[in-house]
């Protein structure tokens, strides 16, 4: 059973920074390909950012890339999000999501991720 675990979320001010962790568990392909999403409410579960476990390849959508980094440690089975300068604007509940036997780092639909965890909610207070 693949368990993805999300933590590291929590109420930050704006201009803050935080880093976000999903740590896989469970029984995972040798290569597989990991997708950040955030969902606020009301809205559809947006893509952030994806990497993959083969060669660490990373993609992060063009209004993504300034603020955003993603990294992972395979050691630890865990894949790292890291925000800058925090906005209200990104307040919601982030989720990362898994894919086996995959390398693509385009996949910005939520359905083609097979895994996922319960999300990390992150409120950016003005």
């Known amino acids: 059973q693949v368990q993805l675990l999300e933590s590291g979320g929590g109420l930050v001010q704006a201009g803050e920074s935080l880093t976000l962790s999903c740590v896989v568990s469970?029984?995972?392909?040798?290569?597989?390909?990991m997708g950040w999403f955030r969902q606020a409410p009301g809205q559809e579960r947006e893509f952030v950012g994806s990497i993959n476990s083969k060669d660490h390849s990373s993609y992060l959508t063009d209004s993504m890339q300034n603020r955003f980094t993603i990294s992972r440690d395979n050691a630890k089975n865990t894949v790292y999000l890291k925000i800058t300068n925090l906005k209200p604007e990104d307040s919601a509940i982030y989720y990362c999501?898994?894919?086996?036997?995959?390398?693509?780092?385009?996949?910005?639909?939520?359905?083609?991720?097979?895994?996922w965890g319960q999300g990390t909610k992150v409120t950016v207070s003005t």
């Open positions: 469970g029984r995972t392909a040798v290569s597989y390909a």
């Open positions: 999501g898994i894919r086996d036997w995959a390398t693509e780092i385009k996949a910005t639909a939520a359905p083609w991720y097979d895994y």
